[in-house]
């Protein structure tokens, strides 16, 4: 006997719902895209409509018709409603940065956990099936001393539709952060420390040194007595019309290893993240490598960039009117 479908809403009616959550709610095995809320009826009316779900206005009444909430709003939005949502019993299907504040994030990880919700964070890079498959060689391999990673973007372009307001006042670290976070975390272990720098417009360059994974190769050669892998990142979302996009490599005794490019349909990726959601809502497991307290870690080392962000941008400030 097959189980009835889990009942998924949507919060939020912007550009990224539209392309990639509604899409994917609607056309996923298991799942019944029931139900819309966006802080403009008519948006939600509309985007409801297209997919024979509810719209909603009470956020209430949203949550009584569901089983699992899956967002796409920006993240100080997300937080509160998420808590909200994990409150009520619902599973929650979270976009990166899980919240703009460790406060925010820490009272979602206790709403999630305290509620025996799952949780599972889209880190697009951890869903995407090629880099799957390369996170999965390259942790099997081991050795890694370190990586390199740079995210240049365009998405403060006038023109772009994620041209949105939370990303213009956060820029990449938030943005584009997470997901580098998330793959570098993957390959060399968690982050155990960051130095972070800023270039022009939101230019962010990090400085990670990584716990490792348990990796034999370092401890055979001492280098785990100079504290593990580190790595070096470069985020930017205002790289102009010819921006580069992503790109990555590990090192190590063995060479390089590139990670392989971006895959530009999301839905695949948010696919997989959306199936193991709701299999270990339907198993009872609340762990999943990326579930929220995963991206509460990630926010973090978000949180603690910025604050070194914040101090160098109050020193040049003091000492350009002095
Ligand atoms: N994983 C990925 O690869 C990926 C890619 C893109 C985006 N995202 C994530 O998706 C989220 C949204 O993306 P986005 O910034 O590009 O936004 P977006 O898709 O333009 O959508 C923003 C939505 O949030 C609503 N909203 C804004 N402020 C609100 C408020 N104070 N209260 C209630 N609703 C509010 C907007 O409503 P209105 O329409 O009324 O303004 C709109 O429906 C972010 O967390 C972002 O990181 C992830």
């Not at 939020?12 to 966006?38: D, M, N, Q, Y």
């Not at 992503?246 to 696919?271: M, N």
């Amino acid at each position: 006997m097959t189980a009835p479908p889990l009942r998924f809403g949507l919060i939020g009616t912007g550009h990224w719902a539209r392309i990639a959550h509604a899409p994917v709610l609607a056309s996923t095995e298991g799942i019944e895209f029931a139900a819309v809320w966006g802080r403009d009826p008519r948006a939600a009316a509309e985007l409801a409509a297209a997919y024979d779900a509810v719209a909603h206005e009470d956020l209430e009444a949203f949550l009584a018709g569901v089983d699992g909430v899956a967002f796409a709003v920006p993240p100080d939005v997300q937080a509160p409603i998420a808590a909200r949502a994990a409150r009520a019993g619902k599973h929650v299907l979270l976009e990166k940065p899980i919240a703009l504040s460790e406060a925010a994030a820490d009272d979602l990880v206790e709403a999630v956990e305290q509620n025996g919700v799952a949780s599972v964070v889209f880190f697009t890079l951890r869903f995407q099936p090629r880099m799957r498959r390369w996170l999965a060689d390259v942790t099997a391999r081991g050795g890694w001393y370190g990586g390199v990673a740079a995210w240049f973007g365009a998405s403060l372009l006038e023109s772009s539709p994620f041209n949105t307001p939370w990303r213009r006042d956060k820029g990449a670290l938030w943005d584009l952060g997470p997901h580098v976070l998330s793959l570098l975390w993957g390959v060399l272990g968690p982050v155990t420390s960051v130095i972070a720098d800023a270039g022009p417009a939101d230019v962010t360059h990090l400085v990670l040194h990584h716990q490792g994974l348990h990796d034999r190769g370092l401890h055979d050669r001492g280098l785990h007595d100079r504290g593990g892998p580190s790595s070096v990142v470069t985020v930017t979302q205002s790289g102009g019309e010819a921006a580069p996009g992503f790109e990555a490599y590990i090192w190590g005794a063995a060479g390089q290893s590139d990670a392989p490019a971006l895959t530009s349909d999301p839905t695949v990726a948010l696919r997989t993240a959306l199936t193991e959601l709701a299999q270990n809502a339907r198993s009872g497991r609340t762990r999943h490598p990326c579930d929220v307290r995963f991206g509460r870690d990630v926010g973090r080392v978000l949180a603690q960039a910025q604050r070194q962000l914040d101090e160098r941008a109050s020193r040049l400030g003091e000492r350009t009117v002095t």
